[in-house]
DNA sequence: CAGCTTTTTGCAACCGGTTGCATAAATCCT
DNA sequence: AGGATTTATGCAACCGGTTGCAAAAAGCTG
């Protein structure tokens, strides 16, 4: 049924050798042979198996790309950004959904039974010793939007959530707002905790702010509205710096129902700068994360280790800027 | 480096067979021989390479996930449903992104030198003979929100678009609207040409309607809200029926920037049911697509194919309902 | 315990490729 | 032209598993 290279080497009259060098770039083979062999497999629409071939070359060009963030649209962005960028350098993206996972060990021992050349770890709520048990797997792992740290002990790549968190309070203080809050996503997840960290830190540096702190259930829009409804049975802040964009519209939501006007009575920053935060009527003041950049300097991490197995450990992070819409006061004029 | 079924039948003093047997659900392996193995892989960390068992099986479990919606949220819904499906099934999606590609020739190839068990064509925008080609280069193929046709070439499982426009028409009468309008995604996608000849057929049957048609250049916010902002520079139609929800959603932004009150003025119709049609501040009527149930299907379908690769080709179709949410006037009541 | 069945085991060939090595063919040089 | 190099080719072993087959071991019967 399948066509394999043995019929092509007796169709061109060669040697299976002469077949597969045929095949691979810069092996040693006469023009004349190749042609020869280039004929026969295309009168047979012969393609190689590249399985087969990994046996021996060790490389199946197979990358785990390793996600649980099937909720929010940011990820079918990242999605795009991953599976295209990987297919352009001739890989090829396996896909695991852990779903409520959050231990490796399943999805390790999967992605070494299908012999990956590597695996792109894509979480931002996902524990510390996740993506190293790839690496101490021998899976060479890159963690990108994984947590930052002085000392990675897998490549990481991804925004310093905590430098996020003060650029909040910064922002928030910069605008005159005095009583703010934060409204964090799930308390479990890395980035949550290090927002929640910076945000704290900074405000020690600002004595004339008030602050409240809550968490949302999860990154998404009915999470964000609920726990938006919690807060308003109470007063509410003047400033709220939301985990996530999705749950920034879902506050929104929540705020538009009570009659509150935004950015008047109270402002809302999200983070993340999804394509639908700049929808008109949504129209959200939040923080870009460059996605793009990091999924590119990712690939490229996972590029690098590919030839080079052992390579040290690196953190790259990117900076993240504020992008003005609607739902945030002016900075007041300068002058 | 990589601890082989050589390594382990060493150390637990057996041959090769034993244990590859040991790992193969019903081999005639004795309790002790099986016990030995399974101490020594243990003990070395051993799993069995999938790929290399793949060459003399026949089947690497592998399902290629073929797409080119990246743009569109309800589609990460879908790659949710379907990659916890296939994982669910022990089998391992190999995701194909194939942004603007809209030949099968690359996949085709890419697909089989992997050799994929089965591939999942998840598109509605697709040619109608994209999936098929799959079939005719040998592996067996689901066509998932596929265009029905009652002599499929391939497996098909999806909705009936022309029933879907047809159940546009009839919603829009039975509320009392007169001057329609459909407002279809990009031309050349099967669904919308197919929910257009749907909405002209009904309309054929209602003498009393006036209908206008225009087509967004994609199914996007943006696209959406352009092309209502086009529509709006002359007096408006009482009802849209747009192609897709997020179709919807940009449509509706423009109406609200203009000033038009919905349902009121103007009604939108969308299709699909996304997440976000149901977000409060959205609250979108519209035709649900039962995408789990499509999902579902496609992979017993999958399973099934699996077993028996000539199985004849059939063709699913699931009804669609309308949602009643505020972007349509309610029906009268009945009495 | 012999004789017959059934179960377990190892050998060896195979899946579809790659690659080191020795040899054959082509090319270069004087 | 003849010898020295360089390039091209095929053989055979190997990658990490599976599997048909025959032989060995175990189980059963009387």
Redesign the interface.
């Given at each position: 049924?399948?066509v394999t290279l043995k019929d092509v080497a007796e169709l061109a009259g060669v040697s299976r050798s002469a077949v597969s060098r045929s095949f691979t770039e810069g092996a040693s083979v006469s023009a004349r042979t190749r042609a020869k062999v280039e004929k026969a497999a295309r009168e047979l629409g012969y393609?190689?198996?590249?399985?087969?071939s990994?046996?021996t070359t060790g490389r199946?060009k197979?990358i785990g790309?390793v996600s649980n963030n099937?909720?929010?649209?940011i990820?079918?962005?990242i999605?795009?950004l991953f599976?295209?960028g990987l297919?352009e350098r001739g890989l090829?993206?396996?896909?695991?959904?852990l779903?409520d996972e959050t231990a490796p060990g399943n999805s390790v021992?999967?992605l070494?039974?299908?012999?990956v050349d590597g695996a792109i770890v894509a979480s931002s709520t996902l524990p510390t010793d996740f993506a190293p048990a790839f690496h101490e797997a021998?899976i060479p792992v890159v963690n990108a939007f994984g947590r930052y740290a002085s000392d990675p002990r897998v490549h990481t790549v991804g925004i310093d959530n905590i430098a996020c968190g003060r650029l909040a309070v910064k922002s928030f203080a910069a605008r005159g707002y005095r009583r703010i809050a934060f409204m964090g996503g799930p308390e479990a997840a890395t980035s949550t905790q290090d927002r929640h960290a910076g945000f704290m830190a900074e405000l020690a540096a600002h004595p004339g702010l008030e602050a409240s702190i809550s968490f949302a259930g999860a990154y998404s829009?009915e999470a964000g509205?609920r726990e938006m409804q919690r807060l308003l049975q109470a007063p509410p802040a003047e400033a709220y710096f939301c985990g996530d964009d999705v749950l920034s519209?879902?506050a929104?939501?929540?705020l538009?129902?009570h009659g509150v006007s935004v950015p008047e009575e109270v402002g809302v920053l999200g983070l993340n700068d999804m394509?639908?935060a700049g929808?008109?009527?949504i129209d959200l003041t939040t923080i870009h994360q460059p996605i793009r950049q990091i999924v590119t300097s990712s690939i490229e991490l996972m590029m690098a280790m590919l030839g080079e197995p052992d390579r040290y450990p690196e953190a790259r992070v990117f900076p993240c800027r504020i992008i003005e819409r609607a739902t945030l006061r002016p900075l007041p004029e300068a002058g």
């Open positions: 049924m399948a393609s190689p198996n590249a399985l087969a990994s046996l199946t197979l790309l099937f909720h929010n649209p990820f079918l962005e999605f795009d599976t295209r297919q090829r993206p396996l896909l695991v959904n779903s021992r999967m070494r039974q299908y012999s021998g829009f509205r519209i879902g929104l939501s929540a538009r129902d394509e639908m929808w008109a009527g």
